[in-house]
């Protein structure tokens, strides 16, 4: 693959808190096992807004000018030094994270939770965080952040692995009792995807709690049963689904006051909680300590997704795991406005929307 690498390209850049435009800018180089890829699909997180209001300025981003955007898929199109395992033309997808490699975090697969976060000159990077991200033509990234799509994979379903791997961590980190009733908390993007995979590694009953439009979109998905907390009582309603019994496992996926002790009081017994949704620094949860105690639960606090993103992958790649019904808009990166306030505001009951910085995929 021979092709002549433009000098500068379009990105999404964010040039102080709570603005943004589409500027032209310098198409970067990759370093030393690093790899310049043509971006194809990039979908919005429910983090983005977060960083492009401005909220977390001076953390996510640490600094601006910055380019946001951190769930990619793309083609390799020139290799910095010392890759080897990489060429021009391979279909990649990326995660966030890479550790510094070295401290005992890194060392232990954990680079997630990397001792050295927010120190680039450790080589430690978070893109679209503390670090340049994907709403751009072109993107470096780390050949430790990036992993292989065979060609059945679609650069759309490839910009939803990053969202799928997340819950994949957090289900690997619980574990789903085969057999067994999940309930999950919170219908978007990664609870549905919870939903297949629970389903995926043997859960026989899915139990969606959640309102309105996505609530419906569950049903039509693959939830057994749907709770309408609008309604009713969630606790209530899956205590009567499960005969008073309690689920295996709870997946709160929203983040959202409230939802961690609905969790908590929905389990059996000797049941597993697994918290997925980030919640804002300003939520604090109050939570039956000696309940937790006397009935043995386990909690599991789950970060991004170390070591899930070629599972994810594979997943895909065997029809084991369908993503690409879940994408239900797309836009040029010429078009991100649009694109944003459609994901926001949830127009046109909107699950995941993707914006495509280098034209569409025939797909």
Not at 236 to 263: H, L, P
């Amino acid at each position: 693959m021979n092709e002549i690498i433009p000098k500068t390209m379009q990105a999404l850049v964010l040039p102080n808190p709570g603005k943004f435009e589409i500027r032209e800018v310098e198409v970067p180089k990759p370093g030393p096992y690093e790899v310049l890829c043509r971006v194809r699909a990039v979908a919005i997180c429910g983090s983005d807004p977060e960083i492009l209001r401005g909220d977390l300025a001076g953390v996510w981003p640490p600094s601006y000018p910055f380019i946001p955007g951190h769930e990619w898929a793309g083609e390799i199109v020139s290799l910095g030094e010392g890759v080897l395992n990489f060429k021009p033309g391979d279909r990649v997808a990326g995660e966030p994270h890479k550790g510094c490699g070295y401290c005992r975090n890194c060392l232990e697969g954990r680079y997630n939770l990397c001792e050295n976060y927010g120190r680039p000159e450790t080589g430690h990077r978070h893109y679209g965080f503390t670090y340049q991200g994907a709403y751009a033509q072109y993107d470096v990234h780390s050949i430790k952040s990036i992993t292989k799509m065979p060609d059945r994979v679609t650069f759309c379903e490839g910009s939803m692995v990053d969202t799928a791997a997340v819950s994949l961590h957090g289900l690997e980190l619980t574990g789903i009792t085969p057999g067994g009733t999940v309930a999950i908390i919170g219908p978007g993007p990664i609870g549905l995807i919870a939903m297949r995979l629970a389903r995926a590694m043997g859960a026989a009953r899915l139990i969606m709690v959640g309102r309105r439009s996505r609530l419906a979109a569950a049903g039509r998905l693959g939830a057994d049963f749907l709770v309408d907390f609008e309604k009713e009582d969630p606790v209530d309603a899956v205590r009567k689904i499960t005969n008073d019994r309690g689920v295996d496992e709870a997946i709160e996926c929203s983040g959202a006051k409230g939802t961690f002790n609905q969790a908590v009081r929905m389990v059996k017994k000797g049941g597993r909680v697994a918290l997925l949704g980030v919640p804002p620094g300003s939520v604090v949860e109050e939570l039956p300590f000696k309940y937790i105690v006397h009935n043995e639960l386990a909690i599991f606090g789950s970060r991004a997704d170390p070591n899930t993103t070629w599972k994810v992958v594979q997943l895909i790649a065997s029809g084991q795991l369908a993503l690409r019904d879940l994408v239900t808009h797309t836009f040029p990166l010429e078009e991100f406005e649009k694109a944003l306030d459609t994901f926001v505001n949830r127009r046109e009951n909107a699950i995941k929307v993707v914006v495509e910085p280098n034209g569409s995929e025939e797909r």
